[in-house]
């Protein structure tokens, strides 16, 4: 019999009550911080990861110094769902290291009455889409987001065999192991893929480091400022990027999509350059550019005065490394600029003999092009992977959570 087969008998004929979160959750308390006499942890916002929906960290409060949110008592295996921005859906179901402890107001808390319904059914509603919908039709405020707690609990779950309390949650109690075996899988094979992903980091800047190390009098140090000429992009707004789109790509500061913020209708530059980034969390991030393109003026460009002796890729590869050396870091914003990469030492193997010195730089360039494509395939494949795991959970879990809906329910 198949796992659908299994559910279909599982839920054949099965009589569902839709009852609101604060029919099936009891009361909580706020603490006392006069009567309070000892250490407690607290549970802010930022304590709960968005991802894992585990607690991360928290800070040792007591009476004289907890802050004004600093108030809601949780017990194990209550439900905490923070109200503010709550599309993120940050959440968690509190463990036994965890009881006794403080919790911010930022949170709804949900207490199941466990002789109806079991904590983690309340879990796998509060993750389902139907829930996402809800919380997205009732919050409030554009600047920030919020959903009352009143409003949390409005919220209906079904209650299967509502009259028969001990079928019921046996029914709730193999959907939950159903679910729960799904997120342990995608739980098991990210760890898996990202172990993989860090042991081919590693093998990568060992065999690069390995290329890219040179012995004393093997090449002749130049500086970059001899070798290139260094240009800055210009200032482009979101508006400009909208009012002239086209064809041509835009790259600006950040990493993803491999820099790129939009498209235009004209360009600033075209063919083989490297670009680097030179300001803020990035500074000193270098890419390899080819075709038409723009930068914006947190970028750099490289254009080699003399193709016949260096090679583009070679120098990408080093100043992959080399770059970050060199940022200044001073007044909290890291910097990269101009006159710091004018000054960035680099290597010219066989300096006597131009053409050997390009086929061994070409050489270096073609083996870091195969370890880097091994690699890098992998951190493409990795997010990619993970999303369809993520997707299958979802429909499962979405599957797995269907019951039919009465009129005012769906309403």
Same mark, same amino acid.
């Given at each position: 019999m198949s796992s659908m087969d299994f559910l279909d008998k599982l839920l054949e004929g099965v009589a569902v009550e839709w009852r609101a979160l604060g029919e099936v959750t009891s009361p909580t308390s706020n603490i006392r911080w006069r009567d309070a006499e000892h250490t407690y942890r607290y549970i802010d916002l930022t304590s709960v990861n968005i991802e894992t929906k585990a607690i991360v960290e928290t800070t040792d409060i007591q009476a004289s110094n907890a802050p004004s949110r600093a108030q809601k008592l949780v017990e194990k295996?209550?439900?905490?769902?923070?109200?503010?921005?709550?599309?993120?859906?940050?959440?968690?179901?509190?463990?036994?290291?965890?009881?006794?402890?403080?919790? #911010?107001?930022?949170?709804?808390?949900?207490?199941?009455?466990? $002789?109806?319904?079991?904590?983690?059914?309340?879990?796998?509603?509060?993750? #389902?889409?139907?829930?996402?919908?809800?919380?997205?039709?009732?919050?409030?405020? #554009?600047?920030?987001?919020?959903?009352? %707690?009143?409003?949390?609990? %409005?919220?209906?779950?079904?209650?299967?065999?509502?009259? !028969?309390?001990?079928?019921?949650?046996?029914?709730?109690?193999?959907?939950?192991?159903?679910?729960?075996?799904?997120? $342990?899988?995608?739980?098991?094979?990210?760890?898996?893929?990202?172990?993989?992903?860090?042991?081919?980091?590693?093998?990568? !800047?060992?065999?690069? %480091?390995?290329?890219?190390?040179?012995?004393?009098? $093997?090449?002749?140090?130049?500086?970059?400022?001899?070798?290139?000429?260094?240009?800055?992009?210009?200032?482009? #707004?979101?508006?400009?990027?909208?009012? !002239?789109?086209?064809?041509?790509?835009?790259?600006?500061?950040?990493?993803? !999509?491999?820099?790129?913020?939009?498209?235009?209708?004209?360009? %600033?530059?075209?063919? $083989?350059l490297i670009s680097w980034t030179t300001d803020g969390a990035n500074a000193g991030t270098v890419f390899h550019r080819t075709g038409k393109f723009s930068i914006t003026n947190v970028c750099g460009l490289i254009k080699i005065n003399d193709e016949s002796k260096l090679n583009y890729k070679f120098l990408y590869y080093w100043l992959s490394v080399e770059a970050q050396k060199h940022v200044y870091s001073g007044m909290g914003n890291p910097k990269l600029m101009s006159h710091q990469v004018d000054k960035i030492p680099i290597p010219i193997p066989c300096p006597a003999t131009p053409e050997k010195s390009l086929e061994k730089q070409k050489r270096i360039v073609s083996i870091l092009d195969k370890l880097e494509a091994l690699t890098f395939s992998i951190s493409e494949g990795l997010p990619r992977e993970i999303e369809l795991r993520q997707k299958q959970y979802a429909y499962y879990r979405d599957l797995l959570l269907s019951f039919p809906k009465p009129e005012e329910v769906t309403a």
């Open positions: 295996d209550d439900l905490i769902f923070a109200t503010t921005r709550p599309t993120q859906q940050r959440y968690c179901l509190i463990s036994e290291e965890y009881s006794g402890e403080v919790v #911010s107001t930022g949170y709804c808390v949900l207490r199941a009455k466990q $002789e109806v319904v079991l904590p983690k059914w309340i879990l796998h509603w509060i993750a #389902s889409r139907d829930f996402k919908t809800y919380v997205e039709e009732n919050q409030s405020g #554009s600047a920030y987001p919020a959903i009352s %707690d009143a409003k949390v609990k %409005d919220f209906k779950i079904p209650i299967p065999y509502p009259d !028969n309390p001990k079928k019921s949650l046996e029914i709730q109690a193999e959907i939950v192991r159903i679910l729960d075996a799904f997120t $342990e899988l995608t739980a098991e094979l990210t760890a898996e893929l990202t172990a993989e992903l860090t042991a081919r980091k590693k093998q990568y !800047n060992y065999y690069r %480091d390995q290329l890219l190390r040179f012995e004393d009098g $093997e090449v002749e140090w130049k500086t970059l400022g001899a070798l290139a000429t260094l240009r800055r992009g210009r200032v482009m #707004s979101k508006g400009y990027l909208a009012e !002239n789109a086209g064809p041509f790509p835009v790259f600006s500061s950040q990493t993803a !999509n491999n820099g790129m913020i939009g498209k235009i209708d004209t360009f %600033d530059f075209n063919g $083989e």
